[in-house]
């Protein structure tokens, strides 16, 4: 009796006792697996699978992990005179030594199923990666800044006071005309060095106008 097993993609015709090398499996030497894929069974009363033969399997014990013959491939380059590049491989097999032949049965033999060995990325799927922070939006510089302090005063109301400026009075606590209506010299001069006004204030005539909002309120 013998079998047509499919592994690693390819097809293979053997009978109890023999011994062949299959695409790497995985499992150790001294192991018994058994293949699953069964394409035909032959004898007395041949059995054709649809694609396989039902509760059909075909075990074997793992003599040794190997590799095969070195193949040297030849890589030459266009419009590259005496250019080549000489790549070598060996291809991992696994030794194995038929044993059995199921003609039934076999999905409740409980043996290992032989499965082969998955290289790369999808060998194991990695642990999900932890979701990184959002990075902080450069915005968030101006969000520091106090420009939007709920209740503050619209100072770019005062002559020659946009923005910029505004943001840089916010900075400094100053959210209100009554508090800038209330400056003195010694304060004018403060925030003219603190803000590098270079006489502003007092070219513009903040305190004045402060002023007179306050009174209009």
Excluded: C
């Excluded at 106090?146 to 840089?168: C, H, I, M, N, T």
């Amino acid at each position: 009796m013998f079998a047509v097993l499919k592994t690693g993609g390819k097809q293979y015709k053997v009978q109890a006792g023999d011994v062949l090398k299959v695409e790497k499996l995985a499992a150790d030497a001294g192991e018994t697996v058994q293949f699953n894929e069964i394409l035909m069974l032959g004898g007395d009363a041949p059995v054709v699978g649809a694609p396989v033969v039902a509760g059909a399997g075909v075990q074997a014990e793992v003599l040794d992990q190997i590799k095969g013959p070195k193949t040297i491939n030849f890589v030459r380059r266009r419009r590259k005179h005496s250019s080549k590049r000489t790549k070598g491989h060996r291809q991992k097999l696994t030794l194995v030594k038929i044993t059995e032949i199921l003609a039934s049965g076999a999905d409740a033999s409980g043996v290992k199923a032989a499965v082969g060995t998955v290289y790369g990325a999808a060998a194991e799927a990695p642990a999900a990666a932890p979701a990184k922070a959002a990075a902080p939006k450069k915005a968030a510089k101006k969000a520091a800044a106090p420009a939007a302090a709920s209740g503050a005063d619209d100072l770019k109301r005062l002559s020659g006071v946009g923005p910029a400026l505004e943001k840089k009075l916010l900075a400094a606590g100053v959210t209100s005309f009554a508090q800038i209506a209330a400056w003195g010299p010694d304060d004018i001069a403060e925030f003219d060095e603190k803000l590098s006004f270079k006489g502003r204030i007092e070219r513009e005539e903040w305190v004045a106008q402060a002023t007179a909002i306050v009174n209009e309120g």
